[in-house]
């Protein structure tokens, strides 16, 4: 097979070297286009794989709905008439809406975002005190320094147990203290704590300074009664949340004699829509850097194929020596498009080299902090190997001119040249 051809590829080296010089100019266009390529791409991959690390342990198809004051009035209530969500709700919507995949009622002590006395040996820390299910988790997850989370036997036996946040600890306890097991009073009711978590690194909903309990233990020890704050909800997979939204809205207007027509009486937060549009911008981020690297690597091939049309008119004695004793058409356009693909392809090992080495160091610098969204910067297999592809196949095209150019020359007027 011609491809194998020992002297075929010894007369490829010997004609690229014999000017190393203006082969090593010539393969850097192409090592700074690859460079270019691959740095665009692993910076716009670093920038999605940061993003997916600030939303870990977020459900991505994820809402929360509430309620606030209505702003129309409607079967004889005024405007204005606020609107409280029972526990019975969430049993409701979760009957009529199949599409709920975990839906976990919530209430808060005091007001939205209210601060509430913890108090423990002397010490207090204001707190955001919530009554919550165990399917809080599988929302926005929590990271657990020790201890547990709570679980379904802490509902049903409406136990005194508590999950505090790192801040929480920080506030009530001495460094290296001992708190699992430990008690804590609010409102002067005491609870045991059972866990200790801290941020996610996420979108921090709850914050840091937070005290979970269970919601059946919350209701008996602040007399909340089947009052329920608002809903943390996740819809299946494959089904569009805005839908499972308005279906939510639509049975709760009905339920509390609210306009079908106010928007203002039941408040909600599409947490997909975050999501949606980081992705949006990240893909594209990622078009355009590909189509930016491409082109760039488009210039540095064309560079190439120019030197490569000067080397064959300096070549013209030895072409039309070759076409005298014998040498095909085929033969020669094939060595001179292999010397093409064969700068191409080198060049380009050396830019990608050199580019996932800088890579490698941003994501050294830039990878653990938690200031900037970046992460394991790199190009992934299926971007490298059609960057790879895309650029032999280019040099392959290119090549053609100057093999052409060759193919044009005569073996008489090339043997008569000086």
């Known amino acids: 097979m011609w491809l194998f051809d020992r002297d075929l590829w010894i007369e490829i080296f010997h004609t690229l070297g014999q000017n190393m010089f203006r082969t090593i100019l010539t393969m850097l266009g192409v090592i700074f286009a690859m460079i270019i390529l691959?740095?665009?791409?692993?910076?716009?991959?670093?920038?999605?794989?940061?993003?997916?690390?600030?939303?870990?342990?977020?459900?991505?198809?994820?809402?929360?709905?509430?309620?606030?004051?209505?702003?129309?009035?409607?079967?004889?209530?005024?405007?204005?008439?606020?609107?409280?969500?029972?526990?019975?709700?969430?049993?409701?919507?979760?009957?009529?809406?199949?599409?709920?995949?975990?839906?976990?009622?919530?209430?808060?002590?005091?007001?939205?975002?209210?601060?509430?006395?913890?108090?423990?040996?002397?010490?207090?820390?204001?707190?955001?005190?919530?009554?919550?299910?165990?399917?809080?988790?599988?929302?926005?997850k929590k990271k657990l320094v020790e201890g547990r989370f709570l679980n379904s036997s802490d509902i049903e036996e409406s136990r005194k147990v508590c999950v505090i946040g790192e801040e929480t600890y920080e506030l009530l306890f001495e460094k290296g203290e001992e708190a699992i097991g430990e008690e804590i009073r609010i409102n002067g009711v005491y609870f045991s704590i059972v866990g200790i978590y801290k941020p996610n690194n996420n979108i921090n909903i709850d914050g840091e300074n937070a005290v979970f309990v269970p919601f059946s233990t919350f209701q008996k020890a602040f007399g909340s009664g089947d009052r329920m704050g608002w809903m943390a909800i996740a819809v299946e997979p494959n089904t569009k949340v805005a839908f499972v939204e308005s279906q939510i809205k639509r049975l709760l207007k009905n339920k509390y004699d609210v306009s079908p027509s106010d928007e203002r009486a039941i408040g909600s937060f599409d947490f997909s829509e975050i999501f949606s549009n980081i992705s949006s911008f990240t893909t594209v981020l990622q078009g355009f850097s590909f189509f930016v690297g491409i082109f760039t690597l488009l210039a540095g091939i064309i560079a190439i194929s120019n030197i490569l049309l000067i080397t064959v008119k300096e070549r013209t004695k030895e072409i039309g020596v070759r076409r005298a004793m014998g040498a095909t058409p085929k033969i020669v356009r094939r060595q001179i498009v292999l010397e093409a693909i064969v700068l191409t392809a080198f060049a380009g090992l050396i830019g990608f080299s050199f580019a996932v080495g800088v890579l490698g160091l941003l994501d050294a610098a830039f990878g653990s902090g938690n200031d900037?969204?970046?992460?394991?910067?790199?190009?992934?297999?299926?971007?490298?190997?059609?960057?790879?592809?895309?650029?032999?196949?280019?040099?392959?095209?290119?090549?053609?001119?100057?093999?052409?150019?060759?193919?044009?020359?005569?073996?008489i007027e090339a043997l008569r040249e000086e």
Not at 44 to 57: H, L, T
Not at 112 to 139: E, L, M
Not at 389 to 408: Q, T
Request: glycine letters at 10%; aromatic letters at 10%; proline letters at 6%.
């Open 372 to 411: 900037f969204p970046f992460v394991n910067p790199m190009i992934n297999i299926p971007q490298f190997s059609v960057s790879f592809l895309l650029m032999i196949s280019l040099s392959l095209l290119i090549g053609l001119l100057p093999a052409n150019r060759a193919l044009k020359i005569k073996p």
């Open 38 to 140: 691959v740095l665009l791409l692993g910076s716009a991959n670093g920038m999605s794989n940061g993003f997916d690390k600030i939303f870990a342990g977020t459900a991505s198809n994820s809402l929360f709905v509430w309620g606030q004051s209505t702003s129309e009035p409607y079967k004889g209530f005024e405007r204005g008439r606020r609107i409280r969500f029972k526990l019975e709700d969430a049993a409701i919507l979760k009957e009529n809406i199949p599409e709920i995949e975990v839906l976990a009622p919530r209430i808060e002590l005091g007001n939205h975002r209210g601060i509430v006395s913890v108090y423990r040996n002397g010490q207090t820390s204001g707190s955001a005190v919530y009554g919550d299910f165990p399917q809080i988790d599988d929302i926005t």
